[in-house]
Structure formats: structure tokens, C-alpha cells
């Protein structure tokens, strides 16, 4: 989403995505993904993570407690150290597959030089900013500015 605007006050808290329901974060290899998909990259249904049929397995409530496991056949990554993504067993084709979960990204605020209009930032609370290993996408990025005077009020960036 892009806004233009010459003031930006006035108490607006601007963050970026953060529905675990609907995307999971890609440095987390997407282990905060809590959402209902139930299908993997190639349309296989998945098993229910508390049934061992097709696919006897480990991945249990017991095993993997704070993985979102269940009496459920969702997406999920329980063991982020050995998988990349959220996966599932599947009841049909293959043992297990890997699932399309939508990547959380931060949000992102960039000001541009205007000639004889200042760029004025304040009262503005910044959460989930940033966007890991995405070049150009930092809290807060100037660009095309001459003369820059930044204060910042608050010492630690969320």
C-alpha cells in the first residue's frame, strides 16, 4: 500500500503484516504460521497430525508441544531445524510435501526529496518494520534528501 503525504503526525502507528493466521515469517522458516491450509504445493490433502494413518510418524502434540499441532490436517513446520517450510504427511501420493504458506513481510516507510517542502515525521509509532534479507527495505529509508536532520525520540526500533 503507498500513501503520499507532506505531514505525517498525529499518533498513526504504521506496521507491517503480522496474521500468523494468514502468513508466516520467512527468518522463522515459518514456524509462527497458524492458519487453516490443508493442502500441499501439489494439491495433496494433508493428514491430521493426531491420526498415524497413512503415515505413522513422531510429529505429535506430546513430541512438539508449542508447534500448533493437533487435532487438525493444517500446515505447520514443527521442526524448523530439518524443515524450511510448513509441510504436512499427506493421505494420498507421496509421505509428506511441502505447503505454499504466504511469507509475512515488514512494513517499510520511505521519504523523498520534494524541493521546498519539508518532510516532517512525528508522533509515529513503527512496528514489525523492516524486511530481512529484501535489499531497499528498511524502517525507515530517505531518499533522494539533501539536507537531513533526523531526530528520534525513541531509542529501540520494534
Known sequence: MGVEVALLSRNIQISGADNPEECGYEHLRQVDYRGTQSTTQNNR??????????????RTVENYPDAGLGEHNYCRNPNPES???????????????YCNVPKCVGGYLQVLHTPDVPQVIEGVEFTKMGQKRVNNRYPVQMLYTRDVSLYIQCPVWL
Request: proline share 10%.
Open 83 to 97: 524443515m524450511g517450510r510448513p509441510w504436512c504427511y499427506t493421505t494420498s501420493g507421496g509421505h509428506w510435501d
Open 45 to 58: 490433502p494433508c493428514q491430521m497430525w493426531s491420526e498415524q494413518t497413512p503415515h505413522k510418524h513422531t
